[in-house]
């Protein structure tokens, strides 16, 4: 069974860090690209952050240089250590394993985790 579980969200004010993390299970962790993306509501999910099993990255522009994604494969977990945090960054964080067909798309869409808010006070 595919599974996603994500945490570390809260609430920090503008310009602070959060640590999110992933635990995934029922795949071949070491081997499967990771992704992390968010929702604001009314809004489609936006990939974040890459890292594939070589752990090379990839970030979407408007995290470029506050994000930063990594992996510890003995642990199945993906992390996304968030800086320099922005009002605009406030949404429900989720990650997914990706497949690359002409871009990146999560490759187990119907198991979504339930993700977790973060929320960024001005």
């Known amino acids: 069974q595919v599974q996603f579980v994500e945490s570390g969200g809260g609430l920090v004010q503008a310009g602070g860090s959060l640590r999110l993390s992933c635990a995934a299970s029922?795949?071949?962790?070491?081997?499967?690209?990771m992704g992390w993306y968010r929702q604001v509501p009314g809004t489609r999910r936006e990939l974040v952050a890459h890292i594939n099993g070589g752990s090379s990255t990839g970030y979407a522009d408007s995290v470029k240089g506050r994000f930063t994604t990594s992996r510890d494969n003995a642990k199945n977990t993906v992390y996304l250590q968030m800086n320099s945090l922005k009002p605009e960054d406030t949404a429900v964080y989720y990650c997914?394993?990706?497949?690359?067909?002409?871009?990146?798309?999560?490759?187990?869409?119907?198991?979504w985790g339930q993700g977790t808010q973060v929320t960024v006070s001005s």
């Open positions: 029922g795949i071949t962790f070491s081997m499967t690209p």
């Open positions: 997914n394993a990706l497949s690359w067909t002409t871009g990146w798309v999560p490759k187990f869409g119907n198991y």
